[in-house]
């Protein structure tokens, strides 16, 4: 069967560390970063490779921060 | 080298699902960290984006906020003085009525100094779709009450809370423009969930759709946070809005296609 895999580009200097996308992940994929970006703010990275490319964070983030692909491997 | 995680070979053209719509310019919004305005900017400006009229799309901003949409939106916004963008969207739509209209305003904007133009511009029926921002407190000006601050709710200028016996009642405007002969659609939706934001594009391209068919007019409320005035994180503001919101804002369509929606 064939199964999806995903992954997503975090433009980091947009996002403001809302948290509000890790809360909308099913597959826990993200944590926000002990660094910080230009504006001062703990930004969201990926912790592993469980992406499966749904676009809950893309789609709840209110500041367009996520890029999201899919693909049926 | 730290570990990224990253498919490149995932990371292809053919692969893309999601990325930033063109209808949005790339400024970065000055909203706080979560507010929902960012999300519902997003939107309205996906469903232009998708239905190709970004070149045939005039935006109504109001005060409050979203005062500056203008710098977001990558297509025509004319920002109207407090409350009256519905007034100014009259006027737009009917001297441009190729163009579609639409007006995007807070609850202080649209339900207390622009009450007026509100119901009247929904009884008259205008061909335009308001766009209502419902995070039940003056966010721009400091967290004061709004007229739709829920009872017991504290805000700046109610510390204690909403005592309704002396500040009245909120106001369940949409509620209201529903009954009006002029509304064709009329919906209360919210962006904190991925589901409740696709839920919330669909009606949108809804409202919009009835404007190229003349339906008349389109009210779309978005229950949103407002976490700095509700003085909670983000995460937190989107689950009080749960816990407090939508059990007196209730969600769904209030009037479709002109008839009301009974709920019981
Ligand atoms: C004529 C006038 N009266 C009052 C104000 C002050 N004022 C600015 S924004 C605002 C209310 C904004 O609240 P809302 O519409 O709910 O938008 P939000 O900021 O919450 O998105 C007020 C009262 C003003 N700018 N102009
Ligand atoms: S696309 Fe889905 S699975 Fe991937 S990070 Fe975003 S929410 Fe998680
Ligand atoms: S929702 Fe957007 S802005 Fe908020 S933490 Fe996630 S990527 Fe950053
Ligand atoms: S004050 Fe409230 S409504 Fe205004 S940007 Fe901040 S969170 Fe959003």
Redesign the interface.
């Known amino acids: 069967m064939a199964k999806v895999?995903?992954?997503i580009?975090i433009d980091i200097e947009?996002c403001?560390?809302?948290?509000?996308c890790n809360?909308?992940c099913p597959n826990d994929?993200l944590e926000m970063s002990q660094e910080v970006n230009g504006k001062g703010?703990h930004y969201v990275i990926?912790?592993?490779?469980d992406c499966i490319?749904?676009?809950?964070c893309?789609?709840?983030?209110?500041?367009?921060v996520?890029?999201?692909?899919?693909?049926k491997v | 080298m730290a570990q990224t995680f990253d498919r490149p070979e995932i990371q292809t053209p053919e692969n893309l699902v999601y990325s930033k719509t063109t209808c949005l310019t790339d400024n970065v919004m000055h909203y706080c960290p979560g507010c929902g305005h960012g999300t519902a900017h997003r939107l309205v400006a996906e469903v232009i984006e998708e239905m190709g009229i970004q070149s045939e799309t005039i935006g109504v901003a109001p005060v409050g906020c979203s005062v500056l949409a203008y710098n977001y939106f990558n297509f025509d916004v004319q920002q109207a003085a407090h409350g009256r963008a519905p007034a100014v969207a009259t006027a737009i739509k009917r001297l441009l009525p190729e163009k579609y209209v639409f007006t995007y305003q807070g609850d202080g904007d649209l339900a207390a100094i622009g009450t007026a133009e509100t119901i009247h511009a929904c009884n008259r029926g205008e061909n335009i779709v308001i766009v209502f921002i419902n995070n039940g407190i003056y966010g721009m000006t400091g967290g004061q009450m709004a007229p739709t601050t829920l009872p017991g709710m504290p805000t700046s200028t109610s510390p204690y809370g909403r005592d309704v016996e002396t500040m009245g009642n909120p106001l369940k405007i949409t509620e209201i423009v529903a009954m009006l002969p002029g509304t064709h659609f009329v919906t209360r939706q919210a962006v904190h969930t991925p589901a409740a934001v696709r839920k919330t594009k669909k009606s949108l391209r809804m409202a919009f759709e009835n404007q190229k068919l003349n339906k008349g007019l389109s009210f779309v409320e978005i229950l949103s946070n407002c976490n700095s005035g509700w003085k909670l994180s983000p995460v937190k503001a989107n689950k009080w809005m749960v816990d407090n919101m939508f059990p007196f804002y209730e969600l769904g369509d209030l009037k479709v296609n002109g008839e009301m929606i009974n709920k019981d």
């Open positions: 895999v995903g992954d580009i947009r403001k560390g809302c948290e509000v809360a909308a994929v703010y990926k912790v592993n490779a490319g749904c676009s809950n893309a789609v709840v983030c209110p500041d367009a996520i890029t999201v692909y899919r693909a």
